[in-house]
Every structure is written in structure tokens, then in C-alpha cells.
């Protein structure tokens, strides 16, 4: 409660001083504080304001620079980002978030295959980072490029925080319809239930793998799992009682 009323302090004395024409000098402590309450409660104009103040009082911390970049990218200024990238290109050098941004200031700009290059490189850089896979799916969406997809969503669910797994199961799937690499996706989906045994979708995902290279019994194993997990999934069910008909 304190450190709230500490920060609306803050941000009172801030907007106060502002409005009379000055520029608050606070702590770089301070500064930090209000710019990430403006990002978590989505103030990104109030946001960029101070950080501008921030800016003026700490011309060479980078992370000011960096905050001013994603702020400009929230608020739908990806032109403003890249030309913030033209005078500080040692920031891409040495910062992984730096770089992150400029990729999607690429892609909302239309330069995709330069932000799809600049993420390639990033990867092999340091793989296993979600952040990348997703950006590169959400170009690769854009641009239909579904073979694409099937293997960068492989790469997003095996490293995906808890919260976004089944969303990213159900996207894999129908990117697996699209391209039919079912055989593939049956041993992928080995690995996902290896490593998320309670995962109704990836059992589910499994199953129909199996069915549609007509695996049956592999499929109504697969479809047992899923119902195992999750009792009242009537589409498990009715995949199920297809496989057994389908064997004979």
C-alpha cells in the first residue's frame, strides 16, 4: 500500500510539473518505477512522456531507449521506432530486447523478410527463446506461409509458458490439417506428451495424427488419454468411437 501511494505520488508530482512546462528531475529509480506502471496499466502516451523526461535527465542509460522504442511500438509509431534505431544501431548490437523490437518494427512497417531474417539470426543465436518463435509465427500467419508455421509453432509450444500451451496446441493442429505432415506430428506429439502428460489437447492432437495415417489403435489410445484428462470432451469421444469403427 505504501509503494502505491508512493507511485501516485509520484506520478501526481510528475503530471503536475508538466503541466506547468517543467520537466520533473527524479531519481533514475523513480523514473523506472513510473514507466513501468504506465506499461502495466497501458498508459503508453503518459508513458512516453516520462520516459522522454527520463531521457533528457539520463541521455546514455539504454534502457530509457529501449522503453521508448516499445512504447512508440504500442502506440502504433513503428516509423518513429525505426528511425530511433538509425542513431543508436550499438543498442541492437548489444541488447537481445533491443533487436526483438526492431523486428517487430520491421514487420508492422511491411518490411517482413527483413524482421524474418533478423529473427532467424537471433535464433541461432540463442535457441530456445519464446519471444522469437512467437514473433516469427505471427509473420508467418500473416503471410500464409503454413509449412512455415507447422515448424515454428513446434518451436513455440516446446518451450511455451503453461498459460499458452492449449491455444498453441490447437493452432499446431490446424497448421498440421494444412500441410498433412501427420507422420511427423506423431512423433512430435510424442515429445509433448513426454513432457505435458496432463495436456488433454496433445493427446487429443495425437489421436488424430494416428487416425489420419489409419493407426487406429494408436488413435484410440491417444483419444482414452484425452478423456482420462478430461471426462466431458464429447469430441474425444466421438473421434474414439470413429477409430473403432474404422478398425472393424
Avoid at 531521457?55 to 502504433?76: A, H, R
Avoid at 505432415?181 to 505435458?196: L, P, S, W
Avoid at 484410440?220 to 478423456?227: L, Q, V
Wanted: hydrophobic share 40%; glycine share 2%.
Amino acid at each position: 500500500m505504501k509503494y502505491q501511494n508512493r507511485l501516485d505520488a509520484l506520478f501526481s508530482e510528475f503530471t503536475a510539473m508538466s503541466q506547468n512546462g517543467n520537466v520533473p528531475n527524479l531519481e533514475k529509480t523513480d523514473y523506472k518505477k513510473l514507466i513501468e506502471h504506465c506499461f502495466s496499466e497501458e498508459k503508453y502516451e503518459e508513458g512516453l512522456e516520462i520516459n522522454e523526461a527520463a531521457i533528457q535527465f539520463f541521455p546514455f542509460s539504454p534502457e530509457f531507449i529501449v522503453n521508448k522504442i516499445e512504447l512508440l511500438l504500442l502506440i502504433d509509431q513503428p516509423y518513429l521506432a525505426l528511425n530511433l534505431f538509425e542513431s543508436i544501431d550499438h543498442l541492437t548490437s548489444l541488447s537481445r530486447k533491443a533487436q526483438l523490437l526492431k523486428a517487430e518494427a520491421l514487420n508492422a512497417s511491411g518490411n517482413k523478410s527483413q524482421a524474418l531474417a533478423l529473427l532467424d539470426a537471433l535464433d541461432k543465436e540463442k535457441k530456445d527463446d519464446f519471444s522469437v518463435y512467437a514473433l516469427q509465427a505471427k509473420i508467418m500467419e500473416s503471410l500464409q506461409q503454413f509449412d512455415s508455421l507447422y515448424q515454428v509453432t513446434k518451436n513455440q509450444i516446446m518451450t511455451s509458458p503453461p498459460e499458452y500451451l492449449a491455444n498453441l496446441l490447437t493452432k499446431h493442429l490446424l497448421f498440421t490439417e494444412l500441410t498433412e505432415n501427420y507422420m511427423d506430428a506423431i512423433e512430435f506429439y510424442r515429445k509433448v506428451t513426454d513432457k505435458h502428460p496432463f495436456s488433454k489437447e496433445a493427446w487429443f492432437n495425437q489421436g488424430l495424427a494416428f487416425k489420419a495415417v489409419q493407426t487406429y489403435d494408436e488413435a484410440i489410445d491417444s483419444f482414452e488419454f484425452c478423456i482420462a484428462i478430461d471426462n466431458k470432451n464429447k469430441y474425444a469421444y466421438l473421434e474414439c468411437a470413429e477409430c473403432f469403427e474404422l478398425k472393424g
